[in-house]
Structures are given as structure tokens and as C-alpha cells.
């Protein structure tokens, strides 16, 4: 039998057989956002998936302060992707943060905790991996401007399918614009977006990632929906990284710009994220059962310790005013600190798509 490679010699062959020049390192910092810098693929090597790279932690938000500055990035051998935005060939690593004076991994590292939180899991016994399957919903908008000043302030965002635009002289105007309220579903042309969301798509699957679905959402103006299959914590969330990365790169190659804001226009539907859960042991799915809308009884407690966190958690899911202006009744966001079956007002939703006991999950 043939002896397979390890994760690290599977990236050192990927990179010489497709002739790779540079290696991005791409780390996450405390509000969420993707950092990186790149090193020629001379100063690349086996080596450096142990000794990592050093970089100045203090420039990074939320992070160290300038007297004990220097950080240490190692790369993860199971999260390569080839970036399709950079002209010259160039492999992507997702790091985790370390300290270099102990070589522990960084406490403020989001995929630190992520993976902690894994770790806890298991140590509990109650189960042995989290499902994570999020919807992020997102604006595809032409034109985005704003301004602060000493003398005033204003922003404006446009979309050619908006409905303000319904009386602008296009040169020919032809129509075609989503009403308010009215942007679930309807084909091409009125979903002016199907060519650009396809073109995400691929880049998406060629970067390794399972995509369901894609769909044009309820609110005019170019809001959208990709869906991502479900998949184990950290790389969920590695995954929802990317997937921004590239959505947000696609449409700036096509001359538009994504926005993930939660309430970008007023007076229609605003962007969630919905993110499904669920729990399972020994390759069993731990949510579902016999009680209300077939949940387990470690279901219902699962919701019962959302519903009673749910302030705390806000600080985290819900951190910017926009949130809050989108959690307003008569838009499909939830307002109530409730739990449901198929009731989207509710804060916490048991979807009824199927019977199956591996699809019982729940919605936060």
C-alpha cells in the first residue's frame, strides 16, 4: 500500500507541481476581520509550519500593546487555497497566533477559541463534534459613497435594480427592479445578479468550498444569498472567512462592491446571519427526539442555554447599532427572545424542511 502524505508535504508538493511564487498568511483579528501578509515562496519550507513567522502584534486592533509587540504566525498545512484575485500564482495558509516567548497559542486569536471551545466539547463528554452551518446574507451595491465632515455628513449606496431608480434615465431604463419587499426568487431578468452570483459560486467550489444554494433575497437593491453546507466549528468559521474574502473580491472584479451591513437601506429587509447548530456523538446526531418540533431533550436545553445567554451573545452577534435597526418587526428579523418551529420572528427557529434525524438542528 502506498504511503500517504502528510498535510505539510501534500502543500510543498502543491506548490512546487503548480508553480507557486508567493505564500499569503492570512490571520483573523478580535472584531473579526482577515489580516495577512505575503513572503516570496523562497522563504517557504517545511520549517516553516513549526518556527512560523513573526509579525507586530501591536498595529493589530484589540491586540498587544506596543511594549510587548512581536507575534508569531504559524501556518495550518489543512487550509491551503490558491487565490484566484492575485495575478501572480499565489497559495493562501490560514495561522494561528502565538505567543514566541512560551509558544503557546495567542489567547486574543479568535481560532484559538474557537478551537478551545472544540476541545471543551469533547472534554464533557456530552459530545464530540458542533455542526455550523451560517447564511450570510449580503448587499451587491454599483455605487457606495459617504462623507464626515466639519460642515456636514451624508451616505449614499446605489444599485441598478433598486427600486428608487425606477424613474432614472438609464439610457434606456428597462424596468426590471425588484419592488421593496419583493426580491425572494423572481428569474432573470429582475434578478439582475444570477451571472455574478454564478461566477461566485465557482470561485467558491474551486477553493475547496461546499456550497448548496444560491438566491436573490427580499429586499431590492441587490441583496443576496450563498449557502454553505455545514461543517465542524473552526472550520465553519475558517470557511465563512473565505467566503467573504471571495464574494467581496468577485464583485469588486466586476465593478460592484458587497457590503455585509445589516440594515444598508431603509424601510426593507436588512442582512442576517443565520447559524444553524447542532450536536453529535459517534457519528449521531444529538438534537433530535420526541419533544416539541422533534427535538431531543439536550435540544431543548441547547435552546434553553441560547435564550438565557442571549444578552451576553449579543454583544458578539449583534455589535453595531445596525443591528438593532434591523431587529424591527414586519421584516422577517427576529424580535422575539423566543423559541419556534418555522416562526421567523422568533430568535431561535427549529427549521421543519425535514424528518430526517440528521437534519434536526437549530437556527440562532
Same mark, same amino acid.
Given at each position: ?6 498535510p ?72 491551503m ?31 484559538n ?26 448587499? #451587491? ?9 466639519? +460642515? *456636514? @455628513?451624508f451616505?449614499? %449606496?446605489?444599485?441598478?435594480?433598486? &427600486? ?41 467550489i ?16 441587490g ?34 462592491? #458587497? ?9 426593507? +429587509? *436588512? @442582512?442576517?446571519?443565520? %447559524?444553524?447548530?447542532?450536536?453529535? &456523538? ?7 427526539g420526541t ?8 435540544g ?65
Amino acid at each position: 500500500m502506498a504511503k500517504s502524505n502528510s498535510p505539510i508535504e501534500n502543500v510543498l508538493q502543491f506548490v512546487k507541481a503548480n508553480g507557486i511564487k508567493f505564500i499569503d498568511l492570512k490571520f483573523m483579528d478580535m472584531p473579526g476581520q482577515w489580516q495577512h501578509f505575503t513572503v516570496p515562496v523562497s522563504q517557504f519550507e517545511a520549517d516553516s509550519f513549526v518556527n512560523g513567522y513573526g509579525f507586530d502584534g501591536s498595529s493589530i486592533r484589540g491586540w498587544k500593546a506596543i511594549n510587548e509587540s512581536d507575534m508569531l504566525i504559524i501556518p495550518d498545512p489543512n487550509t491551503m487555497f490558491v487565490d484566484p484575485f492575485i495575478q501572480v500564482p499565489t497559495l493562501s495558509l490560514i495561522c494561528d497566533v502565538y505567543e514566541p516567548s512560551t509558544k503557546e497559542k495567542y489567547s486574543r486569536c479568535p481560532r484559538n477559541i474557537a478551537q478551545k471551545a472544540e476541545a471543551y466539547l469533547i472534554s464533557t463528554g456530552l459530545a464530540d463534534t458542533v455542526y455550523f452551518g451560517p447564511e450570510a446574507e449580503f448587499f #451587491v451595491f454599483d455605487d457606495v459613497r459617504f462623507d464626515s465632515k466639519p +460642515n *456636514g @455628513s451624508f451616505y449614499m %449606496v446605489d444599485s441598478v435594480e433598486g &427600486k428608487w431608480n425606477s424613474g432614472r434615465d438609464e439610457g434606456p431604463n428597462l424596468g426590471y427592479k425588484p419592488r421593496y419587499k419583493e426580491g425572494y426568487f423572481p428569474v432573470p431578468p429582475t434578478d439582475a445578479l444570477m451571472d455574478l452570483r454564478n461566477e461566485m459560486v465557482v470561485n467558491l467550489i474551486n477553493a475547496g468550498i461546499d456550497v448548496e444554494a444560491q438566491h436573490h433575497e427580499v429586499a431590492s437593491g441587490g441583496q443576496c444569498e450563498i449557502d454553505l453546507r455545514f461543517q465542524p466549528l473552526v472550520q465553519a468559521a475558517d470557511q465563512l472567512l473565505l467566503f467573504k474574502y471571495i464574494v467581496k473580491n468577485t464583485a469588486k472584479k466586476n465593478g460592484r462592491t #458587497v457590503t455585509y451591513m445589516p440594515k444598508p437601506i431603509f424601510g426593507d +429587509n *436588512g @442582512s442576517g446571519m443565520h %447559524v444553524h447548530t447542532s450536536l453529535w &456523538k459517534k457519528g449521531k446526531p444529538l438534537f433530535a427526539g420526541t419533544g416539541y418540533a422533534g427535538l431531543s431533550e439536550m435540544g431543548l436545553y441547547f435552546i434553553g442555554g441560547l435564550l438565557k445567554h442571549a444578552p451576553s451573545l449579543l454583544a458578539l452577534t449583534n455589535p453595531t447599532t445596525n443591528s438593532y435597526k434591523r431587529l424591527v418587526p414586519g421584516f422577517e428579523a427576529p424580535v422575539n427572545l423566543a423559541y419556534s418551529q418555522r416562526n421567523r420572528s422568533a430568535s431561535i427557529r427549529i427549521p421543519m424542511y425535514s424528518a430526517s434525524p440528521k437534519a434536526k438542528r437549530v437556527e440562532f
